[in-house]
C-alpha cells in the first residue's frame, strides 16, 4: 500500500511538472510572437499573444488546484514540499511573463501606422533574443532540477539591465533628436521595460529552481542597474 501511495505521488508531481513546462512553452511563445509584432502591420500577431495569454492564465490557476490538491492529499515534506512549493511560485512567475507578453504586443497596436525606428526594433529584437535565452534556460534548470544551472543563470540577470539601459538610452536619443519620433518611441518605451520585467521573472524562476534542489534561499542581493536609468532620464 505504502509503495502503491509513493507511486501515485510521484505521478501527481510529475503531472504537476509537466503543467508548469506547458506554461513554460506558451509563455516563451508569447513573448516571441508579441516582439515579433513590433513593427509589423499583421494584426493576427498581436491576436495570437492574447489568446496565449488567456491559455496561460488557465493553466496557471489548473496549476495552482493540482498543487492545492496535491499538499492536502499527501501532506509532502522537505524535497517533495519543495517541489511543490517551487511548482507553484514558478507558475505565479510565468503567468506574468505572459501578461507582460501580451502588454507587449498591445503596445505595437497602439503604434498604428506609425513605424518604429528600424535601429530601435532591432535593440529590442537583441534584448529579446537575450531574455528569452535565459528563459530556455532556467526552464531547462527546472526540467532537470539542476541548482547549478539555475544559480548561473540567476548570475546573469545584469547582463538583461545592462542590455535594457542601452536600448532605453538609445529610444530617448530618438526622442530628442526628432519630436516626431515621441509617439513611436514612448510605446518602444514600455516594450524595453516589459522585456526587462520578464528577465527579472526569470530570475525569480532560477531562484525557485534553487530553492527546490537545494533547500537554501539565494540571499545574495542581484546587481541592478535601473538605477542609473532613472538617473539618465
Known sequence: M??????AFDDELRELGALVAEMGRLARESTVIAVGAIGDEAPGLTEQAGLL??????????????G????ARRQPVAFDLREVVCALRIS???????????????RNAALGA????????TGLQRLSSLVVERLDMVLASFAGRSASQALGIW????AVDDVYTAVFRNILTYMMEDPRNITACTQLVFVAKNLERIGDHVSNIAESVH??????????IRPDTRDTVGAAV
Do not use: C, F, M
Open 2 to 7: 505504502k509503495d502503491h501511495t509513493v507511486s
Open 53 to 66: 495569454d488567456r491559455q496561460i492564465d488557465a493553466l496557471q490557476q489548473k496549476t495552482e488546484e493540482a
Open 68 to 71: 492545492i490538491l496535491l499538499i
Open 92 to 106: 505565479n512567475d510565468l503567468e506574468r511573463i505572459g501578461d507582460l507578453a501580451k502588454n507587449i504586443a498591445k
Open 114 to 121: 506609425t513605424p518604429p525606428p528600424a535601429p530601435l526594433v
Open 155 to 158: 548570475a546573469t540577470d545584469r
Open 211 to 220: 530553492y527546490a534542489a537545494t533547500g537554501e534561499a539565494l540571499d545574495i
